[in-house]
């Protein structure tokens, strides 16, 4: 059985609950990854890998997230290959990538 779908540029990031103590505190975000691999592409889009930045909107922090989880034995440029369902750090609490590639799944 294949691995997760592989994450790429672009692709979302969902955090259920992002909390910063505002009044409009916790609520929902959303947002693309917009770090990725300089050389290695999936479906033409820069690969995702564990520490690459996204941003997301609806936010009363810095609307940012990195990706925190990722393969245990795929690598891309020696850092783990971040994946649907992987565990992204958003400003104000964790998510999950919810996109990745149709047609490039990575084990591990």
Do not use: Y
């Amino acid at each position: 059985m294949p691995g997760p779908p592989q994450s790429r540029l672009g692709d979302k990031s969902l955090v259920p609950a992002d909390a910063h103590g505002c009044p409009a505190c916790p609520h929902t975000c959303v947002g693309p990854a917009v770090g990725g691999s300089p050389d290695v592409m999936v479906n033409g889009r820069p690969a995702l890998r564990v520490s690459d930045p996204g941003v997301h909107a609806g936010c009363c922090g810095p609307n940012t997230w990195t990706a925190q989880a990722g393969s245990g034995t795929v690598f891309i440029n020696s850092l783990a290959a971040h994946r649907l369902g992987d565990a992204d750090a958003h400003c104000g609490g964790m998510g999950k990538m919810i996109e990745g590639s149709g047609d490039v799944f990575t084990g591990g």
